[in-house]
């Protein structure tokens, strides 16, 4: 007997969330409700920590607090150490303290209300992941000068594994953060999930696709958020402050969707070579697409063209999610099919 499935989406965090839970033992139907509801509020928790557009966030708080060592919530800790450790090894090309400069771009709107944030704060152009100190006995942070933290290649990668393991009791689900996946077990048909890849170029085209069970799939791209007449975009070399461009899109496949986020960013700043020789020291699996459509993949990544043919067929007989869509908010946003 096959049990109906429950799906439910929220607008969080500058994009849709959708969690979708395939129950496997009729028991299990009665615990659903209460576990989604666990799963978003992680959510809507690390929003209130995590962001830089809500002054009262726990994130503001610290940015005003320079030069001092400040106390922190394990969860902005962790991910504040987390985007220092990518900084770390990509040498400043992934940097977490370009807040000011994505403010100064134009990336100043909190996407609820529409309200431009504008922070009163010196040109932080100088500051670099080196002016935070971690305490990690402490839980405490110091920022050496003033600057503004931007978390947001790393947190929604985060709520996405905390309301994952919200889920844990169930053994088929997808949670999908505007594109950013973690895929559990399998379909209702005993295949493993299928993932379109958005192609960097095409609305509503796919570049690859793969099958993945138990891991996390996320896509940064060029296309994601542009402003002005000169089309800036969202992803920022940390080393110059300036667009990085070397890339039309990177995906990563890792075991979970923070580390999955955060290399796919830190990828798509480095570029095909650098980006690829990240992905294979990190052991995670990737592709890399060029402005000119170069692809340049991990020697594992698990590409199956068959998808790709499968989904030129009706819709329902091939479930397919897409990575590298975005709510309007955030940027150009289209039905990726969801699984069904």
């Known amino acids: 007997m096959t049990l109906p499935r429950c799906a439910r989406t929220i607008s969080v965090m500058g994009t849709y969330a959708t969690i979708e839970v395939f129950p496997s033992q009729p028991d299990q139907t009665g615990a ?15 929003e209130q920590i995590c962001s830089r557009f809500d002054p009262f966030s726990e994130l503001s708080r610290l940015t005003r607090k320079a030069c001092e060592p400040v106390q922190v919530s394990r969860l902005l800790y962790e991910a504040v150490e987390f985007g220092v450790a990518i900084a770390e090894e990509t040498a400043g090309a992934f940097d977490p303290t370009v807040g000011i400069d994505m403010e100064r771009r134009g990336f100043d709107r909190e996407y609820r209300s529409g309200r431009s944030i504008r922070t009163d704060a010196p040109d932080s152009s100088s500051a670099s992941y080196r002016d935070i100190v971690l305490d990690r006995d402490s839980c405490s942070i110091t920022l050496r000068r003033a600057l503004m933290l931007d978390l947001g290649a790393i947190v929604k990668g985060l709520a996405v594994d905390l309301a994952a393991c919200e889920l ?9 953060a505007g594109g950013d996946l973690f895929v559990a077990g399998r379909r209702p048909d005993g295949a493993a999930w299928n993932i379109g890849i958005r192609h960097p170029r095409r609305d509503g085209a796919l570049i690859d696709a793969v099958s993945v069970s138990g891991v996390a799939v996320c896509t940064s791209g060029d296309y994601e958020r542009r402003l002005g007449d000169n089309g800036a975009h969202h992803i920022v070399d940390g080393r110059t402050r300036t667009d990085a461009e070397l890339l039309a899109s990177a995906t990563v496949i890792a075991p979970s969707a923070m580390v999955a986020d955060g290399l796919a960013t830190a990828a798509f700043v480095l570029g095909p070579m650098g980006g690829i020789r990240l992905l294979e020291r990190q052991r995670v699996e990737g592709l890399l697409i060029t402005p000119a459509l170069e692809r340049h993949a991990t020697r594992g990544f698990p590409s199956d063209s068959s998808i790709l043919q499968d989904a030129q067929g009706p819709s329902d007989s091939h479930p397919l999610s897409v990575v590298g869509n975005r709510h309007p908010h955030r940027g150009t946003h289209t039905d990726g099919g969801r699984p069904h």
Do not use: K, P
């Open 32 to 46: 659903l409700g209460s576990a989604i509801d666990r799963a978003f509020a992680w959510f809507r928790h690390i």
């Open 168 to 176: 844990a009791q169930f053994a088929n689900f997808v949670v999908d």
